[in-house]
Structure formats: structure tokens, C-alpha cells
């Protein structure tokens, strides 16, 4: 069923990725600032919380492309694509991910995860996103080809962070983490240049930490 999906999503969307770096260093910090703090989230959680803020912002790219007519929603179901033992994927959905806090967020991930494992995903979780972020940061992939999880309009696919030297406003130079994100979405229901603005404010929003 999942393979079935992903060739349809080729056949029928009309499929675009844009390509990025951000300077993830701030987020980095902000990471260990709240482990300091006795809060633990992962980078993912993070970056969770940077797409749902921005999709606020830019709410062409929330919504799905259903029998041929665009539907756009208020509400963010924020599926996060999952590597299950036996080259299994599945992407299930955090519902109304913009209406909680980072920790509930982060909570709501996790028992996600743990119902992916053990097989308890129910049929609303499985179908019912409007945006999808795929994370292979945690490998040496920077940049890849996200497939856009039908009838869903965008996913965001995150890449390896590398350390790297970077020219400073100040022309100094500095050691900075490099994040690259990959931004697929169907061309049928968003033009280059809104997923780009979009892209562009979620880098500059992850760049402020």
C-alpha cells in the first residue's frame, strides 16, 4: 500500500523540490539550553515547531490536493515519516500540531512513534495530514528528493547537519552547523515562488534558534 502510494504520488503530482542551507547553530543552542533547564527535546521537535510557525505564515503549502480540487486547512496535522523495522514506511499525524506546546508536541512524536512500532496506528493517523516532514538528519545525506505524501500539497525533508567554516557579517570566521533541507511539493496546487518564501522564512526562523 505504501509503495502503491509513492508510485501514484510520481505518476499523478506534478512534483518540485527546492534545496537549502541554514545556519542551524542557534537551534543547536537552543537545544542544549533547554536540556540545561531540564527540558529534552530532539532537533526534530525543534524543527517541528519552526514548520508549524511558518506554515502559519504561509498556509498555501498546509492542505491537500483532493479528486483534482485544492483544500487548504486552518488547523497544521503535522505527519512525521517513520523507518520501521522490515524497510517499512509509515508517516503518521500529530492533529492539530499547531495548537500544542513544544513539550506536548514532543510527547505526542514519541507515543507516535511507539504505536508505529507496535502497530496501533489507526486509519485517521495513517491518511489524515495536511504536511509531512521527513528527517534523515542522522545520516550523511544532505540534500534529497522527499516524495510528497498524496493527497498531501508539500513535505519537508531534513538533511545532515555539518560543521563548517562561514564568513561572519563581521568577515570573521567562524565554525557554524549547516542544516540542508529539501522542500518537495506538487506544482499543481503551489508555484515555485510561494514554496520558496516558505522555505526562505522557515531557514531564516531556524537560524534565529
Known amino acids: 500500500m505504501i509503495a502503491d502510494n509513492m508510485r501514484r504520488s510520481l505518476d499523478e503530482a506534478a512534483q518540485l523540490t527546492h534545496h537549502a542551507e541554514c545556519d542551524a547553530t542557534e537551534l543547536f543552542a537552543t537545544k542544549e539550553r533547554l536540556a540545561s533547564q531540564g527540558i529534552k527535546v530532539s532537533i526534530e521537535d525543534l524543527i517541528a515547531q519552526a514548520v508549524v510557525t511558518t506554515l502559519g505564515q504561509h498556509p498555501g503549502l498546509n492542505g491537500r490536493v483532493e479528486q483534482k480540487e485544492i483544500q487548504l486547512y486552518d488547523e497544521i496535522h503535522l505527519s512525521l515519516a517513520m523507518a520501521l523495522p522490515g524497510d517499512l514506511l509509515v508517516a503518521p499525524t500529530i492533529f492539530n500540531a499547531g495548537e500544542l506546546s513544544l513539550m506536548d508536541r514532543s510527547v505526542a512524536r514519541k507515543e507516535l512513534a511507539q504505536r508505529a512500532k507496535s502497530g496501533k496506528l489507526s486509519v485517521p493517523e495513517m491518511t489524515g495530514g495536511t504536511f509531512t516532514l521527513s528527517n534523515l538528519g542522522l545520516s550523511r545525506v544532505q540534500f534529497f528528493t ?19 567554516p562561514c564568513v561572519m557579517p563581521d568577515h570573521s570566521i567562524e565554525a557554524r552547523r549547516i542544516m540542508g533541507l529539501s522542500l518537495s511539493f506538487d506544482h499543481r496546487a503551489v508555484d515555485g515562488g510561494p514554496a520558496a518564501a516558505f522555505l526562505s522564512d522557515l531557514c531564516t526562523l531556524i537560524e534565529k534558534g
Open 146 to 164: 522527499p516524495i510528497v505524501n498524496l493527497p498531501q500539497i508539500a513535505i519537508l525533508g531534513i538533511g545532515e547537519t555539518r560543521l563548517r
